[in-house]
Nanobody, 127 residues
Framework: QLQLVESGGGLVQPGGSLRLSCAASGFSLDYYVIAWFRQAPGKDREGVSC????????NYADSVRGRFTISRDNAKNTVFLQMNSLKPEDTAVYYCAADRLPRCGNSWYARGRYDYWGQGTQVTVSS
């Protein structure tokens, strides 16, 4: 069974950090672009970041650039999202998604291109 599983979410104070993981089972991530999306209550799901199969290049939404870092460890079949300087507006359910292409490209934030999705992990930034 092909599956993506996110973990690492939780409650953190403003200014804090979290590291999300996206682990794949049933298939190798070596051939897949991986993106992180998030969805806050009452809002559309939006692209946060994307990483190409080789690890370069990476893409970020303007709202997270400079605070979030995406990386991948293909040997562990896992992609990470390091989130620093978290703000209350980062509160959302975070999802990872996989697309069988080598590079993210200009359409990396288009939800319809992704073949597989995880179930999501909740991130809450609050004092």
């Amino acid at each position: 069974q092909l599956q993506l599983v996110e973990s690492g979410g939780g409650l953190v104070q403003p200014g804090g950090s979290l590291r999300l993981s996206c682990a794949a089972s049933g298939f190798s991530l070596d051939y897949y672009v991986i993106a992180w999306f998030r969805q806050a209550p009452g809002k559309d799901r939006e692209g946060v970041s994307c990483i190409s199969t080789s690890g370069i290049p990476t893409n970020y939404a303007d709202s997270v650039r400079g605070r979030f870092t995406i990386s991948r460890d293909n040997a562990k079949n896992t992609v990470f999202l390091q989130m620093n300087s978290l703000k209350p507006e980062d509160t959302a359910v975070y999802y990872c998604a996989a697309d069988r292409l080598p590079r993210c490209g200009n359409s990396w934030y288009a939800r319809g291109r992704y073949d597989y999705w995880g179930q999501g992990t909740q991130v809450t930034v609050s004092s």
